[in-house]
């Protein structure tokens, strides 16, 4: 079976719509919406493109990750060509371009829109050129790459993490088990495309069911209400920055109150939705919202099943054919369901990654001599089986509105700023964001202190969503007696 079943025989059900919102002007030229017999066409059509460009399979190809049609077929189309594609954020800044595309070495740059890069890029011709009558290619599922995701770490530059075309099926299948998820759904999303939420679930995942990904191209309350109001029979999946705003928003706008109340499962992930946002969340709509739970190297761990109901706090039991263990300070595994104790969460299965690309070294901290996945996340376990996530291990990880963010790659670009001594990068508890990047900064008295500067070095050279919300200058940083900086003060 391949990764997209329904086009081998495709039909004119809905597949793909990209919405665009009221505050962005749609492009012209390009339909809005493709329906699965158009989809196979576009495919083929970005196919042949490959073929041309003599892209082989297992080859990689970075990709600008626009929310766009175009972009969206050729997402599938080198999937379904056994092509790796390597997203690119369209807001990545200059060191973590050179980085990615430095490691990765993609055979060829594709963009929807070549103009607006920063780096030369080949058009993607997918929309243009579907009058080719070839089907899509049928290849089945094996154990090769088809994504290459960075993703941060506590330090250094983001890693590459692959993931091959069954380790995400199988994880989309445990997925559609959980939620009872099937063609007759559509998957509502506006979360961008280079990362494992809006890409392996709400795209792979809606077109492997046979169902259709209406994706609103940038987080918009109202256009995501209107989506979910035009589909007979929604999944919304968000992260819990964008479910804060549209409680927000569903205070004053009954049309989303409403659209929101309708939805058939409203799926929270990428972070912890705190139970006061649940409870909103069921005051406004009249319903819950299930969370589950996983990284990019490991794809979905837990899930809470759509049968359960929402159950605040929890992220639900190990999806099936995932195995999970909780693991004490020594390593040794705890047998513990009461709730209460603390272990690291360990992962191992068939969507756990291979290895980081190029980097043996964090390989060898990764993996447990079991070949079980270390997440870094602490959990407990109820007598179901289900974990609660109750913290992280290092404080150098910062997830923020969703994005994991490494301290240590943020202090680097700091500490090269001029008049920047020393530096701790901290998150701090955000009711929006979830964490909110804060920057210390100890700076030479000689320099004038310019906190916009920094904040936008970050901006440049990272990404935009890396940057610091604040900076706090001050005369130094408490360290402990071996003079390592004590996070811990700085959050408290
Ligand atoms: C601000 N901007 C700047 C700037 N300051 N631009 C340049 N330089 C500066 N100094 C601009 C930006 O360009 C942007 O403009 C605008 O400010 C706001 O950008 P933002 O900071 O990104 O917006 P924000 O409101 O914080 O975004 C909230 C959000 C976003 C929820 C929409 O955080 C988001 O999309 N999160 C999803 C994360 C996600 O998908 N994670 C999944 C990881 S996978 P403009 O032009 O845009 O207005 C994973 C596994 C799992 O975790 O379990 O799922
Ligand atoms: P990423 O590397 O971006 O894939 O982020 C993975 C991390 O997101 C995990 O290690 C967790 O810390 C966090 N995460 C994902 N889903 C949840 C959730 N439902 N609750 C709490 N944390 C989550």
Known sequence: MSLFPRLASPDARLALLVDDGPRLTPRTGHPRSLDYATLARAVSAHVAQLDE????????????????????????????????????SPKLGARELMHVLTDAEPAVVLASDVQGQSTPA??????????????????????????????????????????????????????????????????????????????????????RMGGALRHVSRFDPAALGAQLAASPRAMLFAVPTMIHR??????????????????????????????????????????????????????IVCGVRADEGARPGYVGRPLSGVEVRLVDDAGSVIDAHDDTTIGEVLVRGPSVLGGYLHRPDANEEAFDAEGFFRTGDLATRASDGALRIVGRKSTDLIKCGGFKIGAGEIEAVLLEQPGVRE??????????????????????????????????????????????????????????????????????
């Open 246 to 299: 549209l409680i927000d928003a569903a205070e004053t706008d009954a049309a989303i109150a409403s659209a929101l109340g309708r939805v058939r499962l409203v799926v929270s992930g990428s972070a912890g939705l705190p139970t006061r946002e649940h409870r909103r969340f069921e005051a406004i709509t009249g319903r819950g919202v299930v969370e589950r739970y996983g990284l990019t190297e490991t794809l």
């Open 53 to 88: 460009l003599g892209v082989d399979p297992g080859a990689r190809v970075a990709i600008w990750a626009h929310s766009d049609l175009p972009t969206l077929v050729a997402l599938v189309g080198n999937a379904l060509a056994g092509v790796v594609s390597v997203p690119l």
């Open 423 to 492: 530096v701790a990068v901290v998150g701090m508890p955000d009711e929006d964001l979830g964490e909110r990047i804060v920057a210390f900064v100890v700076a030479d008295p000689s320099v004038a202190r310019d906190a916009d500067a920094l904040i936008a070095a970050v901006a440049r050279e990272l990404a935009v969503h890396k940057r610091p919300r604040e900076i706090r200058f001050v005369d130094d940083l408490p360290r402990n007696a071996m003079g390592k900086v004590q996070k811990a003060k700085l959050r408290a």
């Open 122 to 207: 080949l058009p993607i011709r997918a929309l243009e050129t579907m009058h080719a009558s070839e089907p899509p290619p049928i290849r089945a599922l094996d154990d090769e790459p088809v994504l290459l995701l960075y993703t941060s770490g506590t330090t250094g530059a983001p890693k590459g993490v692959e993931l091959s075309a069954r380790g995400i099926a199988a994880n989309l299948d445990a997925l559609a088990d959980a939620w009872a998820w099937t063609e007759a759904d559509d998957v509502v999303h506006a979360l961008p495309l280079f990362h494992v939420h809006g890409l392996v679930l709400g795209l792979f995942g809606a077109l």
